[in-house]
């Protein structure tokens, strides 16, 4: 590349590390300003930074596009960004753009909720800080720096989690977080030494270059695989450490919507930055196959049994993640980095649109078909969403586990059509349920090229075996829930997946019993005026 073209990539990463920065020191100065007027200011810079740094990821996006049919070295934007500590590559592109817009979509829905709040100060700067800390994270090249931004979004959160310090069960739920997010910064940590002895190194890019120390593995990096995957279950509040996740919706609803939307998935992305350090399929890979695997069941039919919307937003996001984490087992990268990129914008707007949500909820749904028309209309569409897989397997990288989970969901979508519709109406609307295969395949091509190489990585049969017992075991419950309702058994099977199977129970009350010590105080259980959850828009 031209030494114009350098100095002028060298400026946009250097802006683009700035913007958290920038963010983070406006945390820090609306902590110290007093003044309202000042304060609002603050909001609108925050506003601001946030859509800089969406252009200046985007810039970075498009350097990364051009810089190889440039004629250029296609490595010279990593090299520039290794002397001020980046590490800009698609995965990173494609976070950084999500984080910042869901932040500033939080923050101007924010701005209207909490007006009158007496949390809205405190709100601001640990917001910030939050994002500004996920931001590193995604940025860094270095793994020391990403241990620690990885503690520093869980610790910022945590001051989110209290902003009403008058409501105990959100303190409780809180400590409950701050315990499991203190064992999870642990297993990070041990991740992250481990790493650097086998590789010599705390650079990210120098372990990925370093193929011959990869070859083989070693001890230290199975051990290290296993850490990184406990920690990604412990922060994607997978079963059984997911109690805190149903526990903490007292929290206000934009910070609900950030930690579903923005913390949340660390996990995922913390493997996805990573998974090119390992030699192909790990025990941390089975870890995350398994654990993923069990709680995405688990938290589906828990979900399905659901009265409360909250709840059902709550296991709606342990089900994705699941999901996400059993496709990291399986090596399917790009489908997980898809799912997390589409998870964070719904559930988002999920939180932020609850008051219309209890509103729809309340009114009630189409009347359902006939079981046979159900049944009919999903066979079919299946069956046809099964026959274009087959023609073109590479839709699913080859793997069949991924392609019966979308014959699956197309199934779903199908099961969906309402009795009464004409003829015209189901065909097309079953069109559309197959329409969910081409629409993947244009989104996985757009996703694709962001991630690594992986053509080497191989699936044993083990995880091939877990894989479709997962699938067999989703699909088979999941119809029993929709279409056994008049069976005494189905009904009873029903009523302990509403609890989750008390999977949560053993570690609850540990953690419980921790918090209770943390938190030392014995009035807090006693009976006060109880703050219902924030389903509500404020006007």
């Known amino acids: 590349m031209s030494p114009f073209a350098d100095y002028f990539s060298l400026l946009v990463l250097a802006i683009w590390l700035m913007l958290p920065v920038a963010l983070l020191g406006l945390a820090g100065l609306s902590t110290w300003l007093k003044s309202p007027l000042k304060l609002n200011h603050c909001w609108r810079i925050a506003g601001w930074l946030m859509v800089l740094s969406m252009g200046a990821s985007l810039v970075v996006a498009l350097l990364l596009v051009i810089q190889p049919r440039l004629g250029g070295d296609s490595a010279t934007l990593a090299t520039l960004g290794r002397s001020l500590g980046l590490y800009p590559t698609g995965i990173a592109v494609w976070m950084a753009l999500m984080v910042a817009f869901v932040g500033w979509v939080i923050l101007r829905f924010a701005d209207n909720y909490l007006n009158q709040d007496p949390g809205r100060d405190r709100f601001l700067p640990w917001f910030l800080a939050t994002i500004a800390s996920v931001l590193v994270l995604v940025f860094t090249n270095h793994l020391l720096i990403l241990a620690g931004a990885w503690i520093g979004v869980s610790l910022a959160l945590h001051h989110l989690l209290t902003l009403y310090q008058d409501r105990p069960q959100a303190r409780m739920a809180a400590v409950q977080k701050f315990i499991v997010s203190r064992a999870g910064d642990a297993l990070v940590i041990s991740g992250v030494v481990l790493l650097y002895l086998h590789y010599d190194t705390f650079y990210l890019p120098d372990m990925i270059a370093n193929e011959a120390a990869r070859t083989g593995g070693s001890l230290a990096l199975d051990v290290a695989s296993v850490a990184l995957a406990l920690a990604a279950i412990l922060k994607c509040a997978q079963i059984p450490f997911h109690g805190w996740l149903i526990r903490v919706m007292e929290a206000p609803t934009p910070v609900s919507a950030l930690l579903h939307a923005g913390v949340i998935n660390l996990g995922g992305f913390l493997w996805l930055r990573l998974f090119p350090v390992f030699d192909g399929f790990t025990a941390g890979h089975l870890v995350l196959l398994v ?249």
């Not at 990268?333 to 799912?339: F, I, K, P, Q, V």
């Open 291 to 539: 654990m993923g695997g069990m709680t995405a069941v688990v938290a589906v039919l828990t979900m399905m049994t659901q009265h409360s919307v909250k709840h059902a937003l709550a296991w709606s996001t342990c089900a994705q993640m699941g999901f996400m984490l059993f496709e990291i087992g399986m090596g399917a990268y790009t489908l997980a980095l898809l799912h997390l990129l589409a998870h964070s914008l719904y559930k988002a707007h999920s939180f932020l649109a609850s008051g219309r949500t209890v509103t729809v909820s309340a009114a009630g749904g189409f009347p359902e078909a006939p079981v046979a028309s159900r049944l009919f209309w999903a066979g079919s569409t299946s069956l046809v969403a099964a026959l274009i897989l087959f023609q073109a397997p590479w839709i699913v990288e080859h793997n069949v586990v991924f392609g019966a989970l979308l014959v699956l969901a197309v199934a779903a979508a199908a099961m969906g059509i309402p009795a009464g519709a004409t003829a015209a109406v189901k065909l097309r609307l079953a069109a559309m349920a197959v329409s969910l295969v081409p629409v993947y395949a244009l989104l996985h091509g757009l996703v694709g090229p962001a991630v690594p190489v992986h053509e080497g990585f191989v699936v044993p049969t083990v995880a091939y075996a877990s894989g479709l017992t997962v699938v067999g075991m989703l699909a088979l419950f999941s119809l029993l829930i929709l279409l056994g309702a008049r069976y005494r058994t189905t009904r009873v099977l029903c009523a302990h997946f509403r609890q989750g199977l008390y999977l949560e129970l053993p570690f609850d009350r540990l953690t419980r019993r921790l918090a209770a010590e943390a938190l030392s105080v014995p009035s807090m259980f006693r009976r006060i005026p109880h703050h219902p959850f924030k389903l509500e828009e404020r006007s």
